[in-house]
């Protein structure tokens, strides 16, 4: 029997087969000896074949999106698979979402080729100053390419206008811990009842309250919204120096006009990405990102809250 794996709790995997019966399966052990560099073999979004109370056979994901592990240095961990797009949310404050950590998630995304929207959320909190700060953001990443929307998911203002955007796809749910991820679910789908809690006051974080994956139905089967738990940062997972320029958008068209075909964009005389930053045409924190990633060879580097 094939199904749909629509929940994982780290021990054992809900999966929704197709004769539409949703029941809890476990995975053999050599899951884990077939070179699969992951914490979880299985992930949410997974089509798989189960046969008694076991996961048997993973079929071919077309997409993920991974992070490194955050405890074990040499392992990834799969947030999803098979999505058709990513919503990041993000807030201004309380907490503040880092320029860092967004470039990471974008690059990661684009390595995987998973569209990302970018959901600014806490609109209501914000101050005249506040305010001023998230639209100069979202004007930075909507000239990279990226949809930006700007909502409320604690009044509802602007979550209805999302509904359109999720219609008929696989959506997973990423950002931060405390940005306000299960409000918005419980606003899309009332039935969710995701627990929320309050920021923590001595340090304006997040605390963790989803504590596993789990595939929400927007309606039917045929749109889904992928949970996940926050995440404090975002260490990026098998990705080759040479590649990460693709990664960013604005940085490989630039790229293109370099001197050398193997410029690296940190040194090199004729570099017209330097360029395009000393003129402005490249943020400056996207050219951070860029470099901060370069060094992610660092093995410690990721551990930190990006």
């Known amino acids: 029997m094939k199904g749909l794996v629509i929940k994982n709790t780290g021990s054992w995997y ?4 197709d004769d539409g019966l949703a029941a809890d399966y476990k995975i053999k052990g050599n899951f884990r000896l077939r070179g699969i560099r992951s914490t979880n073999p299985v992930a949410v979004g997974d089509r798989v074949e189960v046969k008694d109370d076991f996961i048997i056979e ?11 592990s955050i405890n074990l240095s040499k392992q990834s961990h799969i947030l999803a698979a098979n999505v058709d797009q990513a919503l990041l949310v993000i807030t201004v404050i309380k907490p503040e979402t880092s320029t860092t950590f967004i470039d990471r998630f974008l690059a990661s995304a684009e390595a995987y080729r998973v569209p990302v929207l970018l959901i600014f959320n806490k609109t209501d909190l914000l101050n005249d100053e506040e305010r001023r700060y998230q639209q100069l953001m979202m004007e930075l990443y909507e000239t990279v390419g990226y949809e930006c929307r700007a909502i409320s998911a604690g009044t509802g203002d602007g979550v209805e206008a999302l509904r359109p955007l999720l219609d008929g796809k696989i959506t997973l749910l990423s950002g931060n811990s405390g940005v306000g991820k299960s409000t918005l679910i419980n606003r899309l789908v009332p039935h969710a009842n995701l627990r929320t809690a309050d920021i923590s006051d001595a340090h304006q974080t997040g605390m963790h309250t989803t504590t596993f994956s789990e595939m929400i139905p927007l309606s039917g089967t045929s749109s889904w919204l992928i949970d996940t738990p926050g ?9 080759e120096r040479e590649e990460l320029t693709s990664y960013f958008r604005e940085i490989f068209e630039f790229s293109k006009h370099c001197r050398f075909s193997d410029c690296t964009h940190t040194h090199e005389p004729g570099c017209a990405v ?3 930053v000393e003129d402005h045409y490249i943020a400056q924190s996207r050219y951070q990102s860029y470099l901060s990633m370069l060094d992610d060879k660092d ?3 990721y551990r930190e809250a990006y």
């Open 231 to 239: 995440i404090k940062g975002f260490g990026t997972f098998d990705m």
């Open 274 to 276: 330097l360029k395009a």
């Open 14 to 17: 809900t999966v929704l087969t």
């Open 58 to 68: 993973i079929e071919d994901r077309r997409n993920y999106i991974i992070r490194k």
């Open 299 to 301: 093995e410690n580097k």
